[in-house]
């Protein structure tokens, strides 16, 4: 399965823009980079993702290399409600879109 | 739609005892996925369903554990003969897959249960 590697934790301070890194030197050409996040005592939930050029949405941006072995997830102005554990996956054309999790970056969130 | 639902949202059994889980999934998508999630860990992929279809079954699938889409719309997760390592949290998500890929996955907020 195609691995990612995140830092397990991480601290900001609220107003702040946080910087969530992830590596994923094995990455082929047709996998996805997605990032989902969970909070406590909630299922996963989906945060951003994308291919080759740099995606944003309402959430998050997302900067991915480009030889696409690491990418980075940007909240612009966290909130205490971002405060999650993050997961950065790829997704597998050729493996039925299941979502292969790691261990995540716990992200906490100062006031 | 309310987004994906699964039933019941907590479960206490013995040691040895059969449990069932139910997940709802959004209506329109034909992709459905069962993960396992403990303490501490991200969730953990069991199998998933392309309409009534299962495709595939991860190894930590043991013969105790089944899953069924009869219709291709809800599914359901036995496990048989219940051991304490199977205290976790079930998660359903679902997806809509097509020719060019799939829609994100959707997690309903899962099944605790706890064996004792």
């Known amino acids: 399965d195609a691995k990612t590697t995140q830092p397990n934790s991480m601290e900001s301070n609220e107003e702040e823009p946080v910087h969530l890194p992830c590596n994923h030197s094995?990455?082929?050409?047709?996998?996805?980079i997605h990032w989902y996040r969970q909070l406590p005592s909630q299922g996963p939930e989906y945060v951003i993702h994308?291919?080759?050029s740099n995606v944003n949405n309402r959430m998050a941006s997302l900067a991915i290399a480009e030889d696409r072995k690491s990418s980075t997830l940007i909240l612009h102005r966290a909130t205490l409600r971002d405060a999650a554990v993050y997961y950065c996956?790829?997704?597998?054309?050729?493996?039925?879109?299941?979502?292969?999790f790691g261990q995540g970056t716990e992200l906490s969130v100062k006031p | 739609d309310t987004g994906v639902s699964q039933d019941p949202r907590h479960k206490i059994t013995k040691r040895g005892q059969n449990v069932t889980f139910r997940c709802d999934p959004i209506?329109?998508?034909?992709?459905l996925y069962w993960y396992r999630q403990t303490l501490g860990q991200g969730p953990e992929f069991l199998t998933y369903?392309?309409?009534?279809?299962?495709?595939?079954k991860s190894r930590l699938l043991s013969d105790r554990f089944s899953a069924e889409r009869p219709k291709g719309s809800f599914s359901t997760l036995e496990i048989q003969r219940t051991e304490q390592g199977d205290s976790a949290m079930y998660l359903c998500?679902?997806?809509?897959?097509?020719?060019?890929?799939?829609?994100?996955?959707?997690f309903g907020q899962g099944t605790r249960l706890t064996v004792v």
């Open positions: 998500a679902s997806s809509l897959a097509g020719g060019r890929g799939w829609t994100e996955a959707f």
């Open positions: 094995t990455i082929s050409g047709t996998d996805y």
């Open positions: 994308g291919l080759t």
């Open positions: 996956i790829l997704r597998v054309f050729n493996q039925g879109g299941k979502l292969i």
């Open positions: 209506s329109e998508h034909n992709r």
């Open positions: 369903f392309q309409n009534e279809a299962q495709l595939e």
